[in-house]
């Protein structure tokens, strides 16, 4: 997965889509359906991986840095990428984007929320960008020892799409310890659940973004979720966030 601009990433893009289509999907969508989230195994390889990573450290290709602490977010940074986006990082938005529109849709529709997404993600961006959500939403986010991640939502806009993807650029273990990735799902009149995500370099977890159906003895009911990244114990942690909805 070469990380030009050119013709070369173009091609590398169009393999990430294919390792996409090959995921398991049914365990997907009956993990999502269940504990809303769900790992993908091995997305990228160590050399994806090492080079996405690097590009943090280049001043070109993004919109801005986010330093967590100057905000309350946690401490930690990040930098969402500028338009263009990295043609693998489009690659990844368009791979995913067919599998999990059929879930957010179903997921709508249990909720009986209006908004329905179509078959394309250019479509859906298109209507992102007609209210006013132009800037792109994709990031790296990198953590040293003692960061960390508030529980969070990425909502960024009226246009939301349910589901986003968070892929671990670092190897658990020799890169970092600590920093896993942390669900917490509010039910109604009920205990909040928390889910700790162990992810293996290369690996991807897809989450509810803001909220999921549950079908209870009454009916369907609506579940809130948030998301964030325990403590780092030690060493430097980065990862690639992919969201579907650009940002007003």
């Known amino acids: 997965m070469a990380l030009g601009r050119g013709a070369q990433a173009g091609a590398a893009g169009a393999g990430g889509r294919v390792v996409i289509a090959t995921l398991d999907w049914p365990r997907i969508a009956a993990d999502l359906d269940a504990f809303g989230c769900a790992t993908t195994g091995p997305l990228l390889t160590p050399e994806d991986c090492a080079a996405l990573a690097a590009l943090y450290d280049r001043e070109d290709g993004f919109r801005s840095r ?22 693998p990082v489009t690659a990844l938005r368009e791979g995913f984007w067919p599998h999990l529109a059929p879930v957010a849709n179903r997921w709508n529709e249990a909720l009986d929320l209006a908004p329905r997404f179509p078959a394309r993600h250019a479509d859906f961006l298109a209507r992102c960008h007609a209210a006013g959500q132009l800037r792109p939403t994709p990031l790296l986010l990198r953590y040293e020892a003692g960061d960390y991640n508030c529980l969070h939502q990425d909502l960024y806009g009226e246009h939301v799409f349910p589901l986003q993807v968070a892929i671990l650029l670092s190897e658990p273990g020799r890169d970092f310890t600590g920093g896993e990735f942390v669900l917490t799902e509010q039910r109604p009149r009920m205990q909040s659940r928390a ?7 290369g690996e991807g977890v897809i989450f509810a973004v803001h909220h999921r159906p549950v079908r209870g003895t009454r009916g369907t009911y609506r579940v809130t979720l948030r998301h964030g990244v325990s403590r780092i114990r030690s060493g430097r942690r980065h990862t690639l966030g992919v969201i579907f909805h650009d940002a007003a």
């Open 66 to 87: 986010i330093v967590m602490a100057r905000h309350g977010f946690g401490r930690g940074e990040y930098k969402y990428f500028a338009n263009p986006l990295p043609a």
């Open 195 to 201: 889910e700790a995500v162990p992810l293996r370099q």
